[in-house]
């Protein structure tokens, strides 16, 4: 059980185009989900977090107009990059929380986005 | 805030040898710990997990860890090393009643034949 998946595991743009990828809690419904981004042999950034129905709370730092969060679900959030640069170029990562406070996660298998 | 400090970014193991990756915290409430680890291209898997209960925790493959709160430490062992086990394993931090985790550096871990 707490299967998350994302969708796509990798897509590739052209500078100035719009991609969104979807978090998807498969077998439980997640009242909050995390993004983050993660560089070539670097650690995990978190950039926002999503509660459904509600706003996402990003990290300072993190541009709102550039990454779009959207939590229209107990078992869907999107990101979707817009505008997206090369510098946009990363591997980003969900996670689900199933709500019971403990802190562990759920992580999906990632989504690698290159932006030519 | 809650932290974690891991200390040398790849760490070379031979086949059979003991696995130990470290991991030190910092807070100021009691911690939950947690151990995963990420294989390329991959989202990140749950080793194991410290809540407050048994101090030696056990995960999977393997993989244990102990938190010692004297120490702040929660380092990660293995035994002995398999081919399978290379990989990046991250120690991350959190507190009762916050899913944010605060995640270390991370260790790439290479096993010799």
């Known amino acids: 059980g707490a299967v998350v998946s994302q969708h796509p595991s990798r897509v590739i743009c052209k500078s100035g185009t719009s991609v969104k990828i979807e978090c998807r809690s498969l077998d439980f419904q997640a009242t909050t989900m995390f993004w983050y981004r993660q560089f070539p042999k670097q650690s995990l950034m978190l950039m926002a977090t999503s509660n459904e129905g509600s706003k996402a709370t990003y990290e300072q730092g993190v541009e709102k107009d550039k990454f779009l969060i959207n939590h229209a679900s107990l078992t869907l959030s999107t990101l979707t990059v817009t505008s997206a640069h090369p510098e946009d170029s990363s591997f980003y990562i969900c996670?689900?929380?199933?709500?019971?406070?403990?802190?562990?996660?759920?992580f999906g298998e990632g989504s690698r986005l290159t932006v030519l | 805030a809650q932290s974690v400090t891991q200390l040398g970014s790849h760490v070379s193991v031979s086949e059979g040898a003991l696995v130990l990756l470290r991991c030190n915290y910092s807070s100021s409430v009691p911690p939950y710990l947690f151990w995963y680890v990420q294989y390329p291209n991959q989202g990140l898997q749950l080793l194991l997990k410290y809540t407050s209960a048994a101090t030696l925790v056990k995960g999977i493959n393997g993989f244990e860890a102990e938190f010692k709160k004297s120490e702040t430490s929660f380092h990660l062992t293995k035994p002995s090393a398999h081919m399978s086990d290379a990989a990046e394993y991250f120690c991350?931090?959190?507190?009762?009643?916050?899913?944010?985790?605060?995640f270390g550096k991370g260790n790439q871990v290479v096993v010799i034949p």
């Open positions: 991350a931090v959190t507190i009762y009643g916050n899913n944010r985790l605060a």
């Open positions: 996670s689900a929380s199933r709500g019971q406070n403990t802190g562990e996660l759920f």
